[in-house]
């Protein structure tokens, strides 16, 4: 079992930057390939980022080039760092945990990008 708490949403200018937090806690977590996910108003789920335990990244085309998604081993912490934030970037995002089909999901937080 794993359980993920994020934090760091917030209400911030297009152009601004944020960095969301995700703290993990369980058993073998470096196996645990780590992901933010969003939902926009409205919309589906969808992929932002993702990070194995070795470091190996990937990302939305949306988001390459502004998001960096990056985790810390040894403190069992996930984060994101979105700079250029666009209004689209509007949503609930969420920190997840997929290993061996076995997914687990955090609560959400809040971003919302306006002016």
């Known amino acids: 079992q794993v359980q993920l708490v994020e934090s760091g949403g917030d209400l911030v200018q297009p152009g601004g930057s944020l960095r969301l937090s995700c703290a993990a806690s369980g058993s073998n977590l470096i196996v645990y390939r780590m992901g933010w996910y969003r939902q926009p108003p409205g919309k589906e789920r969808e992929f932002v980022a993702a990070i194995t335990g070795g470091g190996v990244t990937n990302y939305a085309n949306s988001v390459k080039g502004r998001f960096t998604v990056s985790r810390d081993n040894a403190k069992n912490m996930v984060y994101l760092q979105m700079n250029g934030v666009k209004p689209e970037d509007t949503a609930v995002y969420f920190c997840?945990?997929?290993?061996?089909?076995?997914?687990?999901w955090g609560q959400g937080t809040q971003v919302t990008v306006s002016s």
């Open positions: 997840n945990a997929y290993w061996d089909n076995r997914n687990f």
